[in-house]
């Protein structure tokens, strides 16, 4: 790694929990093509995935050919999977790059939502997304864990 890429890593929650600085409840799922799957570590739910390139990028248009080839087909994957897993409603696959107001490292979230969360909540879409990162709960790690083991096979392509 080059000294800008430690520049770039030093401080990114991505890159430390794709690193293991940070502990990743349920581990790394998938690894493809510069992308990684990891479960969200946020209080978007079990079963919340998130889909992000290994290198430290902070726009879509800087992703590389072969990233940018691998991204669409492993969204899709990543989706069927939890749709197989959770068997959720709706999944939601939106791009999320931005810490306290700056670019950060991009990352997908792949998110099963259930009639039961739109209920509990009262709203879907972004205000669904808003409350439940407002209740600062985070998901039980052996729940994570659970889905992971479940999870892993699925996007390994068995």
Not at 33 to 42: D, F, K, T, Y
Not at 70 to 83: I, S
Not at 87 to 105: D, I, M, N
Request: glycine share 10%.
């Amino acid at each position: 790694m080059s000294a800008a890429e430690r520049v770039a890593r030093s401080g990114c929650i991505a890159c430390e929990l794709s690193s293991g600085v940070r502990p990743l409840p349920g581990g790394r799922l998938h690894e493809s093509a510069g992308w990684v799957v990891e479960h969200c570590v946020g209080p978007l739910g079990v079963g919340t995935l998130v889909v992000k390139p290994l290198r430290h990028v902070l726009h879509v248009a800087d992703l590389d050919e072969t990233e940018s080839a691998a991204l669409g087909p492993l969204l899709r994957r990543t989706a069927a999977a939890v749709t197989e897993v959770v068997r959720p409603e709706q999944v939601y696959v939106c791009l999320w790059s931005h810490a306290g107001g700056k670019p950060g490292h991009i990352h997908f979230v792949v998110q099963p939502i259930t009639k039961a969360d739109m209920t509990r909540f009262g709203a879907s879409g972004p205000e669904l997304q808003r409350a439940m990162s407002g209740t600062g709960r985070l998901p039980d790690e052996a729940a994570v864990a659970a889905v992971c083991a479940r999870l892993r096979p699925l996007l390994a392509g068995r």
